[in-house]
């Protein structure tokens, strides 16, 4: 079983995301009313998950950037609206993951 596979539990297909990617929704859809749950952590790096009906978009939270969190606390499920400027950031340095869900096949 893959990574991806198991974070999320089905058979999936993925790919780098940029925003020039057709599969990318728009950030409004994304993160309103949604929330982002933490996947785990590696060399100080937080990784969040987003699902929404089609896509599942994950992306790094790094804590090493201290200008960048402060003093912030990270909880493991947060609000996806809060944790916008890091979904933003990982889509401008093509560190966002994002797959499509796939049906299952009965």
Not at 65 to 92: P, Q, S
Request: aromatic residues 12%.
């Amino acid at each position: 079983m893959s990574f991806l596979n198991s974070l999320c539990g089905f058979e999936s297909r993925w790919s780098l995301s940029t925003k020039k990617q057709k599969n990318m929704e728009r950030l409004v859809d994304i993160v309103k009313n949604n929330v982002a749950k933490m996947t785990h952590a590696s060399a100080g790096v937080l990784y969040y998950k987003i699902e929404t009906e089609k896509y599942v978009y994950i992306f790094p939270v790094d804590m090493n950037e201290k200008e960048e969190v402060g003093t912030g606390k990270f909880e493991t499920e947060e609000k996806a609206i809060y944790l916008t400027r890091w979904f933003n950031k990982a889509v401008k340095n093509n560190s966002l993951i994002s797959y499509e869900k796939r049906k299952e096949v009965k």
